[in-house]
C-alpha cells in the first residue's frame, strides 16, 4: 500500500510532499515526492490516561468511535471494573480489547479499593499487583490515588510501587493539589505523572520536580484552560487526556479537540502534536508507531491542520475509519456483573433531627473537587429534606454488594426542581449514587438502578428513562451510538428537571469519589478529604 500527502514530521519540524509505503502492517519507506495533495499525514493520536468504562462501552465498542477521530491507542486504567470485579476485571478489559485494531494498554490498578472508607467489589493486594506487572500485556501501575499511604510509608503502597520499579514499568500519579515537601515525597517514591492538576501554579510545580504533566479534558473534569499555556515551555513533559469520557461526547470527539483548541490558540503544530502524539509513546514504551521507517503504520490522515477532521485512520496498516465511517467490526462479548443487593424502601432514606446547621457538598461545575459548606436544612416532620428552593437537595449512596443501610447526605448545585437522578457509575467504587427533590423521587431511581442491575436513570413521577449498564453494572451491552443517543435522552431529561450541570452525571459519578477532596459521600457514610475521615452530617 503507497499513500501519499503531506507529511507531519514532528521530529525534525518540518512538513513535506511525500509518499508512504506500507508492507505487513509496517512502513517499509518514507520519501518524498512531488504531488498535489493538500491533505497531512501525522502520526495517530493517544489518550494518555483513560478509563474506559466511564465510555460506558467496553473496548471494542470504545475502538469503534474513537478511531473515527484519529485515536490509534489508549493509555487505559481498568481501575473501574477492577473495583467491581477485580483481577477478573482486568483480563476482561484486556481480552476484549485484543478483538479489534485500537491498541489498549492497560495497567494494573494500584488502588482498589481506593480507600477503606467504602465498599467495593473486590480487593487487589500487591501480591496481584506483581501477577499482573508481570504481564506484557500490563505496561504501567496504574495511577496511586493514595498518596497519603505514599507519605505516610504504607507498607502495601510501596510493595505495590517497588514491584512496578522491579518489572522497570511506569507509576501513574494522582495527587491533586498536593504542593512543597509533600509532592517532592510522592515524586521520591517513584511516582512519574499527575493527571489531576487544576492549577496552573500546582502543574508548573510538578513539571519543575521533573514530574509528567497530563492536560486533562474530560466530560466532568475540564483543566485545558487552566494548563494549556504551560505546554510552549514544557511540551516534551506533558500529554492530552480525557480520563473520563461519556459516550455522547465520545461521539463528537477525543484528543483531536485537543488539538484544535490549542493550535486555536496559536501554539506550534509540532508542540502540540507531540503532546498528542508522541510523548505517550515514548513515555510508556507503548506498541505504536511514530510514522518512522520501519515503524508500525499507526497513522492518520487529516485534512487540515487547524480542525483536524480525519479523513483516515490506520492501525498496523488496516484502514479502520474513512470519512467518518468506522471499519472497526462489532464482536460478541460477555457481560459479568456483582451486583447483590436487593429493592429499598422509603425509610431507608429518611433522616431524623433537629439540626441548625449541616455540612453540604457544594458540587463545582467542571472539577472533581468539591467544597464543604454549611446550611440551614429544611425540616419537615422532625426529618431533615431536600430544600428544592435553596437547591440543597438530598443525596444518598447504596451499597450494590450488599444489603446494608444507605448513607445520606445533602449537596448543592445539581439545581433539581423535581425528580431525581441516580447512578451506578460512582467512581471508585461503583456503589449507587442518587440526587433527588424528595424520598420517594430518590427511591424509584435507586429502585430503577437495581431492577437493571446497574445503569444511569432520571425519573419523574411516573416518567422513568434509564440506560441499563449490565456489564459490571458500568458499561453497556449496546453500541457505542446506541448507547450515546440513550445517554443524550437521559442526560436531557435531567437538564429538563432542572439541573444547571453540563453533564450532571458525570459529576455525580464523582460525588462518591473520597480521594478528591473535599467533602464527599460513600456508602459508609459523610467523608472529608481534607481530615481523610468521616465526619458529622450535624455542624456542632
Not at 479537540?257 to 502534536?273: E, N
Not at 429534606?385 to 447526605?409: F, G, W
Amino acid at each position: 500500500m503507497q499513500i501519499q500527502g503531506q507529511i507531519v514530521d514532528i521530529e525534525n519540524k518540518r512538513i513535506y510532499s511525500g509518499e508512504i509505503t506500507v508492507a505487513k502492517g509496517k512502513i517499509v519507506s518514507i520519501k518524498e515526492v512531488n504531488h498535489n495533495l493538500k491533505n497531512y499525514i501525522l502520526p495517530g493520536f493517544i489518550d494518555s490516561h483513560i478509563h474506559i468504562e466511564s465510555s460506558m462501552l467496553v473496548p471494542s465498542e470504545f475502538a469503534k468511535i474513537a478511531v473515527l477521530h484519529g485515536t490509534v491507542a489508549t493509555i487505559s486504567d481498568p481501575h473501574e471494573i477492577a473495583n467491581v470485579l477485580g483481577v477478573a476485571g482486568v483480563y476482561y478489559m484486556i481480552d476484549n480489547g485484543k478483538k479489534v485494531p485500537l491498541k489498549f494498554h492497560f495497567g494494573a490498578p494500584s488502588c482498589v479499593p481506593a480507600t477503606f472508607f467504602e465498599t467495593a467489589g473486590a480487593i487487589i493486594d500487591s501480591e496481584q499487583i506483581k501477577e499482573l506487572m508481570a504481564l506484557p500485556d500490563i505496561y504501567y501501575l496504574s495511577e496511586m490515588m493514595n498518596y497519603p499511604g505514599v507519605l505516610f510509608d504504607d507498607e502495601e503502597v510501596l510493595k505495590k510501587i517497588a514491584w512496578a520499579k522491579h518489572f522497570g514499568k511506569p507509576i501513574d500519579g494522582h495527587a491533586p493539589g498536593l504542593r512543597g515537601e509533600q509532592v517532592k515525597k510522592y515524586i521520591s517514591a517513584g511516582i512519574s505523572t499527575d493527571h489531576e492538576c487544576f492549577t496552573y501554579d500546582e502543574a508548573a510545580e510538578k513539571l519543575s520536580l521533573g514530574m509528567k504533566v497530563l492536560i486533562r479534558e474530560g466530560s466532568a473534569a475540564k483543566n485545558f484552560e487552566a494548563l494549556i499555556d504551560l505546554l510552549p515551555e514544557n511540551f516534551e513533559n506533558m500529554m492530552f487526556c480525557s480520563d473520563d469520557k461519556h459516550p455522547d461526547d465520545l461521539i463528537v470527539g477525543h484528543i483531536n479537540q485537543l488539538c484544535t483548541r490549542a493550535i486555536a490558540k496559536g501554539f506550534d503544530i509540532f508542540k502540540v502534536l507531540q503532546v498528542a502524539c508522541v510523548n505517550p509513546v515514548k513515555h510508556y514504551k507503548m506498541d505504536v508507531g511514530l510514522l518512522k521507517e520501519n515503524d508500525n503504520a499507526d497513522f492518520i490522515v487529516v485534512e487540515d491542520l487547524t480542525n483536524f477532521k480525519v479523513k483516515q485512520t490506520f492501525i498496523n496498516g488496516e484502514l479502520v475509519a474513512e470519512n467518518g465511517k468506522s471499519f472497526v467490526q462489532h464482536i460478541d462479548f460477555e457481560k459479568p456483573n456483582n451486583f447483590n443487593t436487593s429493592a429499598k424502601f422509603l425509610p431507608d432514606f429518611k433522616v431524623e433531627g433537629s439540626a441548625k446547621t449541616i455540612r453540604v457538598i457544594e458540587a463545582l461545575e467542571g472539577q472533581l473537587i468539591t467544597n464543604e459548606i454549611h446550611c440551614t436544612p429544611k425540616i419537615v416532620d422532625g426529618n431533615l429534606v431536600s430544600d428544592v428552593e435553596n437547591d440543597i437537595l438530598k443525596m444518598a449512596v447504596v451499597n450494590r454488594y450488599s444489603n446494608t443501610q444507605p448513607a445520606v447526605a445533602f449537596i448543592k448545585n445539581f439545581g433539581l426542581k423535581k425528580g431525581a437522578i441516580a447512578s451506578s457509575v460512582a467512581h471508585d467504587c461503583h456503589n449507587i449514587v442518587v440526587v433527588g427533590t424528595s424520598d420517594e423521587e430518590i427511591l424509584k431511581a435507586v429502585n430503577l438502578i437495581i431492577e437493571n442491575t446497574g445503569g444511569i436513570c432520571a425519573v419523574n413521577g411516573d416518567i422513568k428513562k434509564s440506560l441499563a449498564l449490565p456489564v459490571a453494572g458500568i458499561m453497556s451491552d449496546k453500541d457505542g451510538w446506541e448507547t450515546g443517543k440513550l445517554y443524550q435522552e437521559i442526560d436531557a431529561m435531567a437538564k429538563e428537571l432542572g439541573s444547571s450541570l453540563k453533564a450532571p452525571f458525570m459529576t455525580l459519578s464523582f460525588m462518591a469519589l473520597l480521594v478528591i477532596p473535599d467533602l464527599k459521600l460513600s456508602d459508609k457514610g459523610l467523608f472529608s478529604g481534607k481530615q481523610f475521615a468521616f465526619t458529622d452530617l450535624e455542624v456542632l
